[in-house]
């Protein structure tokens, strides 16, 4: 903080007060519409050679955060199947119900501190037999289908997983002959502690009144704490 007191004035004042903002804030890791990479392939060669797909099966470590996914499709979310009757999707795989669909999808997103992270929690929509991962552990899996809302998922155990810098997220997914179609969507949120200013002794700033400040006038020259 920067102050100036004119010669001709009431004299100096200066206070300052910090409120702090308790327990956590919500960081929107990944959102339902943000870009994936991805790629899928049914159980039929002719299908998937009229598609243009080159995949026949999921790759060893496709789910490795280092994985090589320069190959790979990208698209918006949600995603969906042909069949999918409702509106709102961002990809649509031009799949039919006649075959089985297998899909792989990966999302990078970035932590400058992941030590910050106190809560972890993950939205999931599917359709169907969904398997996740979290930097190549797998966090999630359960069978059937969720299509009318997001089941929402604890993964406070795992925020552990979480490194500075680059994370990977990666998800499995198939939808079987008959139904109501194939759907994946997936939201990622983390609770991370506010930001918080501390004074010149390293306390934890919350009324000036009873904090240290370190302060330097020009008349003076040197710093002082007060």
Known sequence: VEMVNNINGGGFNFD????????????????????????????????????????DSYPDGWYQP????????????FFA????????????LDVTQDYELHA???KTFTLTDASAVTTLKMGIMY??????????????????????????V??????????NGKNVITAQMMNAQGGGGFLFALTLTAGVEPLQLYDAAGMAIVDSASSNWAWASSDIGSANNI
């Open 16 to 55: 300052l007060k910090l409120v702090a903002k308790a327990g956590s804030t919500d960081l929107k890791l990944i959102q339902e519409k943000d870009s994936w990479q991805y790629f899928y392939y049914t159980t039929d060669a002719e299908k998937n050679e009229a598609l243009g797909v080159t995949w």
């Open 66 to 77: 280092t994985f090589d996914r320069s190959g790979w499709l990208t698209g918006n979310g």
């Open 81 to 92: 199947g042909n069949s999918w009757p409702k509106a709102g999707y961002g990809t649509k």
């Open 104 to 106: 792989g999808f990966a």
């Open 127 to 152: 359709d169907e037999n969904p398997v996740v991962y979290l930097n190549g552990v797998k966090i999630f899996t359960t069978t059937g289908y969720k299509d009318n809302a997001y089941l929402e």
């Open 154 to 163: 604890n993964l406070n155990q795992y925020k552990n997983l979480l490194v």
